[in-house]
């Protein structure tokens, strides 16, 4: 098993910039890749971005390329999502993810975190 917790969720006007961290524990070797989703109300939960554990390789969702980086730190079992430029469209409640595979959608998802809110304003 594998356990996630997100932190670093809040309020920001549109245009600045947070950062989500995502701490890891358990059987965090076993894993292939970590992830970011976000569910805004009312809508499905969709992907946001992913890493792969070894090489580091990304993917991003066309809607937050160019504005959020996703990184991570296997010394200290932790995942980033830096969100700069944010939109009003970008509130949403987001969650950390972590998966046996390569992680592009949902379904590929082994373990979610509790979720963090991140709310944007004009």
């Known amino acids: 098993q594998v356990q996630l917790l997100e932190s670093g969720g809040g309020s920001v006007q549109t245009g600045g910039s947070l950062r989500l961290s995502c701490a890891l524990s358990g059987r965090t070797a076993s894993t292939t890749s970590t992830g970011w989703f976000r569910q805004a109300p009312g809508k499905e939960r969709e992907f946001v971005a992913g890493?792969?554990?070894?090489?580091?390789?990304?993917y991003y969702a066309d809607s937050v390329k160019g504005r959020f980086t996703i990184s991570r730190d296997n010394d200290k079992n932790t995942s980033y999502l830096q969100m700069n430029s944010l939109k009003l469209e970008d509130t949403a409640v987001y969650y950390c993810?972590?998966?046996?595979?390569?992680?592009?959608?949902?379904?590929?998802?082994?373990?979610w975190g509790q979720g963090t809110q991140v709310t944007v304003s004009s």
């Open positions: 890493i792969s554990r070894n090489i580091g390789r990304t």
């Open positions: 993810a972590a998966s046996y595979f390569w992680i592009r959608s949902r379904t590929d998802v082994n373990f």
